[in-house]
């Protein structure tokens, strides 16, 4: 994976500092490559298929990338915050629920 710098300024570094928090003029994220159109459209596909067989359905946290989200409400899913996925999770009828959350859920 590639390292990429993003360089930021702190909106409120003084108020910050007496709250005790960290002050750094950069932060580095790992980013995986950016897929072609062609396997994104091929993982697209797989996905759908994969969903459809297994009678799953997905469902996305708003926090996750616009291509999960699309696919979630192309496939039957949601897109919302926890408690929504929560809700429609416990309602829908399927078998099987894909979640597409972040770190902190």
């Known amino acids: 994976?590639?390292?990429?710098?993003?360089?930021y300024d702190h909106p409120n570094i003084h108020n910050e500092l007496e709250h005790n928090a960290c002050l750094i003029n950069s932060a580095w994220a790992k980013v995986k490559p950016e897929l072609s159109q062609n396997e994104k459209e091929y993982y697209q596909q797989e996905i759908k298929k994969l969903l459809k067989e297994k009678k799953a359905v997905l469902i996305a946290h708003y926090y996750v990338d616009s291509d999960i989200q699309e696919l979630a409400e192309e496939t039957g899913g949601i897109v919302g915050d926890s408690l929504e996925m929560a809700k429609f999770g416990h309602k829908h009828s399927a078998q099987i629920l894909v979640v597409s959350g972040v770190k902190f859920m």
């Open 1 to 7: 994976m590639d390292k990429k710098f993003y360089n």
